[in-house]
């Protein structure tokens, strides 16, 4: 055995060296978990600066002494590589993992050891620990908010179908695949809003409407074998005279009770609330801001002058606002500029407000891929003989929106956490319940569960959206 | 003729669409104000507002006049933005810094610490710790002291007020290191690249900016001590501080939420910015002889500030928007005064929201305005 310097560690006493390292950090690392897991301190004999310093002073100098450069043994090499570089570092690991241990003890106690789950009063919620009861007794108000109990499968039949709808795309063969973007950006949507209008609603809510929609569709699958020619003419008059034929024509005022489902009482908008109005609130704004948000793109880089600095107006209006300040003019000043006999429902204001909100993000984030493409991706497709709306679908818009797939991503997250905002309106999604069953008299106390319930949900939303959003990305990337 | 028709016709259309909206809501909003016998006008800026706000930078009461309201929201929406960006900024640099380190605990801690905070709303995150968080503090009567003198309760945090005396001239003397030292930057640099000398700038900088306020309190006549908060009883069991400064807990609630909450993007931003600069730069800069400290400072900082600033910019932006939430919790802001209060009283929805929106709007294009101008001076001129 050679001559041991302890403050110079190195291969030669490798195995002295290790030893006693690890069993230093071991004692440390001891030392902290007896504390925090059984509060007993093993070191409580001596004064409490230095008891409380002990465990790090001892887990340095063990760190310090298993820093040992290509010392051949795989696992320290690995260790030292990715905890243990110098100093610094071997201090910051050691508070990481003393952090770590000290705060085990307390959540998993709060969270499943003290916490109360049976019962559906207050009075199971002795304990310290969280009190999951009252989730579950006001379960049903947090995910279906006002909406009536015994009409509540309405909500879960419409999700369960639309979420089967909405996965045909995994189960299309080949044949099929092509027409799934007009089934998602056209059909899709609509039957959506026939869902929720018809079903959820359950009443002929804003029929009006629905000719308007049911006119723009038809138009625009007519459109399709329209020659090019006369596209430009045919979409400036076909819908507008589609819509009057239909409103005025075709379906009489007697015939607007055709809207409604046999059997399903209506519900009006402010009893929706929960989870459910969050999907609701996020699905169309998403379906709706994204069309919009590419017009505006498209418009503020569009040739001509006019429409460019129109475009430039409306997001940069949109992004200069803050969004309670846009659901506050929904609110309150927007029905000022409405025909007073002309009403519209709160709901869909607000559905209308944060899509044109976020419309301007996403136009935003659009121009940056329709700038990131090479000039000469233009060029050839003029070179091809492409008109402008031909050359935007078939080459640049496929190519830019791949780009931009983490932007629309953030977009599309930044949406979903914006809907609590809603409040503003007097519409309550899950926050806006939790805040109300806070202030219930019998159920006094327990914020902190609602708000971690409603954390774990929305993380859980939001996690999973970005993890997709980044699947996606990799499915798409192309090399250049 | 040059036009074409078909060039013509589009714009024209879109510009008619578009007056004809802008028409039409006026017009209804005309009829409407008739209707309900409310005039249109800012006049009421300066009528006595009447109603009370519970903290504000500046004084008020309910005999000043609306106009007196807006400020003082703005300045509490102003006051939140800037201490929101200050520690976004501090804890966003560390957290992006960190996940890039190599110690594998520590960027899974930092990235652990993104991913959390920057998936959950912030509405919830600011109700979070007003209601639930912040209610845990202790009550005024039992609060423990921090560093003697500060203390945290569940009524706000109380710490000691800075009385000055003669502080225009410590001031004046701040301001005077400030100048001086940009001016022997600016001449230094000169030196440097004529005769290629290197002048000690970071020491004359630090001597400067710690000797000329020093001077200020042993010449000019500055003097500086404090105010303690003191319990106060009110009535048999409530008690709260007083003397010092009091920052409310709403306050407290909000910049907390919007900081750690800001601090996730930045940190992203941070990182993306330094992942940015290629490895050939550092590889280069190192081949030419410059110590890591040099490498840092001259050839991956510039580079990667270039790459950072303006997100981060955004995020700040974002962050002045977001205080708007503030409202939320009944934090005294520029939204909650004025959109809030002062349109319930005086009922005039498309002055007070307008102006309210103008604020925000004018706030938000002129950084804009600013970051595209720094932007472009920045950006790399490409052939």
Request: aromatic letters at 16%; one cysteine or more; proline letters at 4%.
């Amino acid at each position: 055995m050679s001559k041991i310097n302890f403050l110079k560690p190195d291969k030669t006493n490798l195995s002295t060296f290790l030893y006693l390292g690890s069993f230093l950090f071991f004692i440390s690392v001891l030392d902290v978990s007896l504390n925090s897991f059984f509060s007993y301190n093993i070191t409580g004999f001596l004064p409490g600066f230095l008891s409380f310093l002990l465990p790090l002073i001892l887990g340095f100098i063990g760190l310090y002494f298993i820093r040992i450069e290509l010392s051949g043994n795989k696992h320290l090499d690995l260790l030292n590589k990715n905890i243990n570089t110098n100093n610094f570092n071997a201090v910051l690991s050691l508070l990481i993992i003393f952090i770590i241990i000290k705060s085990i003890p307390p959540i998993l106690s709060w969270f499943y050891i003290d916490a109360s789950f049976a019962g559906d009063s207050k009075d199971v919620c002795t304990g310290s620990g969280a009190c999951w009861t009252y989730i579950k007794v006001w379960m049903r108000r947090f995910m279906y908010g006002m909406y009536p109990n015994a009409e509540q499968w309405r909500i879960n039949l419409s999700f369960i179908a639309l979420a089967l709808l909405g996965s045909v795309g995994y189960f299309a063969t080949d044949r099929f695949k092509k027409y799934l973007t007009l089934y998602y950006v056209v059909i899709y949507p609509f039957i959506a809003f026939l869902f929720i209008f018809f079903f959820i609603s359950g009443g002929p809510v804003f029929f009006d409407f629905s000719y308007g929609i049911i006119a723009a569709i038809l138009s625009i699958i007519v459109g399709f074998f329209i020659p090019n020619k006369f596209k430009f003419y045919y979409f400036l008059i076909v819908p507008f005279a589609l819509y009057i034929l239909l409103k005025y024509f075709i379906f009489y005022e007697e015939l607007v009770e055709l809207g409604k489902l046999e059997g399903l009482n209506w519900v009006e908008t402010g009893a929706w609330g929960g989870l459910s109005l969050t999907f609701i609130i996020s699905f169309f704004c998403l379906i709706f801001c994204f069309p919009i948000g590419m017009a505006f793109a498209l418009g503020r880089r569009s040739g001509f002058p006019l429409i460019r600095y129109i475009s430039v107006g409306f997001i940069e209006f949109w992004r200069g606002v803050p969004l309670i300040t846009v659901l506050f003019m929904s609110a309150v000043m927007f029905p000022m500029f409405l025909p007073e006999d002309f009403f519209i429902d709160k709901l869909v204001r607000a559905i209308i407000a944060i899509s044109l909100f976020e419309a301007a993000y996403v136009a935003e984030v659009i121009r940056g891929g329709l700038q990131a493409l090479p000039r000469g991706q233009y060029e050839a497709a003029k070179s091809l003989g492409m008109g402008y709306w031909k050359m935007h679908i078939f080459v640049i818009l496929p190519q830019a929106l791949k780009l931009v797939i983490p932007g629309i991503a953030n977009t599309f997250l930044a949406l979903v956490k914006d809907t609590p905002l809603i409040f503003v309106v007097g519409l309550l999604e899950i926050v806006g319940m939790l805040n109300l069953a806070k202030t219930n008299p019998e159920w006094l106390g327990f914020a902190m569960e609602g708000y971690v319930f409603a954390a774990i949900i929305f993380w859980i939303i939001c996690y999973a959206m970005s993890k997709y959003s980044y699947n996606l990305e990799q499915k798409y990337k192309t090399d250049r | 003729m040059n036009f074409k028709l078909k060039d013509i016709i589009p714009q024209l259309i879109t510009v008619l669409a578009v007056v004809l909206v802008f028409g039409f809501f006026t017009y209804n909003a005309q009829v409407n104000m008739e209707n309900r016998g409310i005039d249109f006008g800012y006049g009421f800026l300066s009528q006595e507002s009447s109603f009370d706000v519970q903290f504000s930078l500046i004084e008020y009461d309910g005999s000043h006049s609306y106009f007196r309201a807006y400020l003082v929201g703005l300045l509490n929406t102003i006051l939140v933005s800037v201490i929101g960006i200050f520690f976004a900024t501090i804890l966003g640099v560390i957290v992006g810094i960190a996940r890039l380190s190599p110690n594998y605990l520590i960027n899974q801690f930092a990235a652990f610490y993104v991913e959390f905070f920057r998936n959950i709303p912030l509405l919830l995150q600011i109700f979070f710790w007003y209601f639930a968080a912040l209610r845990a503090l202790p009550l005024p009567q039992d609060a423990e002291p921090m560093f003697g003198v500060t203390y945290l309760t569940i009524k706000g945090l109380f710490v000691p007020a800075f009385i000055w005396q003669n502080f225009n001239i410590f001031f004046y003397s701040v301001v005077a290191a400030i100048i001086a030292i940009i001016v022997i930057r600016t001449h230094a640099k000169k030196v440097q690249e004529s005769q290629g000398k290197q002048t000690p700038v970071l020491l004359i900088s630090v001597g400067l900016i710690l000797i000329l306020p020093l001077l200020s309190f042993l010449i000019g006549g500055v003097r500086l001590s404090f105010e303690v908060p003191v319990l106060k009883q009110l009535a048999t069991t409530s008690f709260i501080y007083e003397g010092g400064v009091s920052l409310p807990p709403e306050l407290i609630a909000l910049t907390l939420s919007l900081s750690l909450y800001t601090a996730t993007f930045i940190a992203e931003c941070v990182r993306a910015g330094i992942q940015g600069v290629g490895k050939g730069q550092k590889e280069a800069a190192a081949s030419i002889g410059l110590t890591p400290n040099q490498v840092l400072k001259l050839v991956v900082m510039p580079q990667a500030l270039r790459i950072i600033i303006p997100p981060t910019t955004n995020q700040y932006l974002n962050l002045t928007k977001n205080s708007s939430l503030a409202a939320a919790i009944a934090y005294p802001d520029l939204v909650l005064v004025f959109a809030g209060t002062a349109l319930m009283q005086t009922g005039k929805a498309i002055e007070i929201v307008s102006i309210t929106m103008f604020t925000y709007l004018t706030l938000s294009v002129s950084i804009s305005i600013l970051m595209n101008w720094y932007n472009k001076r920045i950006a790399i001129t490409e052939k």
